[in-house]
């Protein structure tokens, strides 16, 4: 694993209680634990650089703003996402430090607030799907829906806010990504997908939207040259047949295995889709490997493997 | 000026409308403005990196807690520091990274979340006296006091939060900023003062506090081998007699004479002391150069300069 570019792409259970929880002590817990697994990676040689999701931060925030937004005006979406690269980049960078220098490793760890490009026309613009933040009750909804959000009745659980969860076209940060890589620096960026901008008559501004952090971190694994990427997730492998007496765990794939799969809907409810995209294209487009597995087993070579042969 | 490193620390007045008002919309106008100036340094062949100011976007954070706190937990002020420094680090560098191309250049503008490391024994810990927010009613102000925070009576204005504000000791991510502007990249860093980290049993923890940014930015000013400093403030000169009727900008000043009117307590009220301590202590500790003045002259070489001889 020598000099090997790794991204490890964070799902949000490395960075919340197992019940889900994320208050500030049950997210600094969670990411202690999860860097020994990271601080293995890097103590076989990996470089690495890190991206994470930002769910449940992300949904904190919003509530913060619903209950104050008659005093203090929000903040746009794409600002709160950007909010939570900071307090995570930080937790992993003081915890990851740590568990390196606990192995005899004295490394770096930097975060880069990091934009990511998305196309205004996209089409989740226009029919906004992804679900944000908590469920509210009808009323209250309206009210927010009044002025200008989107929000989607969820039946019994009540409503909740829905935004564009656009394509990311690139990573605009990805230069100092890999800059600080070539300096030694252990990164992390792209947190929550990036902060989500849209190129308007040659203008870079912020867009109200989430993007997917598997798919722009699959992006950023490309622009830096890392050859592998590893998403780590709940379970030691991606299933088929999910939930069914059928149920089968898959180890090595090729990508048009693994579309095969995917087109057959065996991905299509939770969150396995985007993460099985994010690892196809990624060794479609020339990535040597990648492994979706669980945190526990990301430096030792188990779970889905995506390769080419 | 060519290949000359300068840190550029800029006031809350770069990044709020003219009334103070900090809606995402007006800072995002007032940065625009602000990065006009910027542009400019690095069309003369600068190298710069840049701090800023972040506090009322703290206190907008601060509130939005304060509203919310019987849903969702607060986070800590460390956290909430953070958060500002990718906020304003995004409008910089949008803002920035324009201002270059309308003048012919390409410059990356990256965003480094910093931490700064402080004494746990600092006195600011056991005396907080640096006010933060807005000003609240005695009944919830002592609402938060009962929960440990600090909250001081300012007579009819009401009671505000204070909090240490202690001494910088070290800019743990200044290999970062360093790292990014050897590869050619324009660097925001250290925001806020830098997200306060007290180091205990060699473990790295956010500690409740915010630093001056200012005396952030001289520290991380040497630690990247800035040569100049360039304090960004609402008007042209340091005054002495300020507000009298002997008042008297102050232009060419070695460290001593800045410290011996400084001693006479011409800068003790208002925000210039911090400002010139950061200034003097830049230039003593081996800086060729500290500049204070307006924004608008931040690229002229007026304002008051700070040089040994």
Known sequence: MDGERI?????????TAPDGSATPQA??????????????LVARG?????????????????IKQQLSAHVVPPVPLDWCVAQTQATIGVLIANALERALVARGMERPVSTVVTRTLVDPADRGFTDPAKPIGRYFPAAEALRFAALGQSWRDFGERGWRRVVASPEPLEILDAKAVDALMAAGHIVVAAGGGGVPMIRVDGVLRGVEAVIDKDLAGQLLAR????????IATDIDHVMIGYGTASQRPLGRMTPGELRAYAAAGHFAGGSMGPKVEAAVRFVEAGGRRAVITSLEHIADGAGTIVEKE
């Open 223 to 230: 622009h830096i040259g890392a050859t592998i990427l590893a």
């Open 46 to 62: 990996a470089e690495v650089a890190l991206t994470h999701g930002n769910g449940p931060q992300v949904g904190n925030i919003l």
């Open 7 to 15: 991204l490890v792409a964070l799902g949000g259970n490395a960075m």
């Open 27 to 40: 997210q600094a817990l969670a990411v202690e634990a999860a860097m020994q697994r990271v601080a293995e």
